[in-house]
């Protein structure tokens, strides 16, 4: 009795314990803004010299989700040299955009004055996330620089822009009338649509389009895609059929990815695309495209 009564302890010690040592974050919850959900873990990975660095957005319509990864998610880039950092951000039912976007953005910039500390490359940073962290990557890759070279704070001094990013079912538009027209008005259901301008549901967002117009505008990645801008990879799922069936489906559209592909193209941007049957690229996935970016 004593001996199964050891084992069962054993047993229970091993399912609740803590990630290994070389499993959790180098820095964990290191403050990179005012508020309580400005925080990010970093992985320090080993090598000679300096590290790139890929930063992961995390999903969830910007009204949810956290910054906590699997190792199996982190592990692959570490053993590759890369280290990796994970973010929070205040969703925009704190605060209404810009909030979510920009609290990535001074995310990036306090990285890069911790770049001589944690042994990384500021210029060798690449962005990774799914949905609503796929399009504040986006954003950021294709948006110019929100460096502030006059502020007052040293964090708005550092630059905004990456090499490189992936984006995971992510939306490249929020304007309701170009998003309706892409993919049908279902796609208007998501609470992202209205709750990123901050409007309690969607018939005030619409009733209240013209005041909001601008924000959709500014945080479309559509809108700020140029030749100059760094590569891009997406990935979406195979259901491409037209109109949207539901909510998660239109705001997760393959048709999302379609759209600034062509744009891309039309001015000449490097970018990717894969939607299984019916887009390839060189690249089989977002990790071997993020790996081959960052240690080019």
């Known amino acids: 009795m004593r001996i199964v009564a050891t084992v069962c302890l054993c047993l229970i010690t091993i399912s609740g314990a803590s990630p290994a040592a070389d499993e959790a974050p180098t820095q964990a919850n290191v403050a990179y803004g005012p508020h309580e959900r400005n925080v990010l873990d970093f992985w320090q990975a080993e090598g000679d010299g300096p590290r790139p660095l890929l930063v992961f957005i995390h999903g969830g319509g910007w009204t949810g989700g956290d910054k906590e990864l699997k190792f199996d998610a982190v592990k692959p880039y570490l053993d590759k040299g890369i280290s990796v950092a994970a973010i929070n951000y205040r969703y925009s039912t704190i605060a209404k955009l810009p909030a979510p976007v920009h609290d990535a953005a001074r995310a990036i910039q306090f990285l890069r004055t911790k770049a001589g500390e944690w042994n990384f490359k500021p210029e060798r940073i690449a962005l990774t996330g799914g949905s609503a962290g796929a399009c504040s990557s986006m954003w950021l890759l294709l948006h110019d620089d929100l460096a502030d070279p006059n502020s007052d704070d040293p964090v708005l001094r550092q630059s905004t822009r990456v090499c490189a990013a992936a984006g995971i079912a992510g939306q490249t538009s929020l304007d309701p009338p ?4 892409w993919l049908g008005l279902n796609v ?3 609470r992202m ?3 990123s301008v901050g409007e309690p549901d969607l018939t005030a967002a619409l009733t209240n389009y013209e005041q909001n117009k601008s924000l959709y505008v500014e945080f479309s990645p ?3 895609v140029s030749a100059d801008d760094p590569p891009l990879l ?5 259901d491409a059929s037209l109109p949207s069936k539901n909510a998660g489906h239109g705001i997760h559209h393959p048709v999302y990815g379609v759209k600034l592909k062509e744009k891309s193209d039309s001015v000449g941007h490097e970018c990717h695309l894969l939607i299984p049957g019916h887009s390839s690229s060189p690249f089989e996935n977002e990790e071997q495209f993020l790996m081959t970016k ?3």
């Open 234 to 238: 997406m990935r979406y799922g195979e």
């Open 193 to 195: 649509i209205w709750l």
């Open 178 to 181: 170009v998003i309706a027209e």
């Open 222 to 224: 559509y809108n700020h």
């Open 188 to 190: 208007l259901l998501h």
């Open 294 to 296: 960052l240690l080019e």
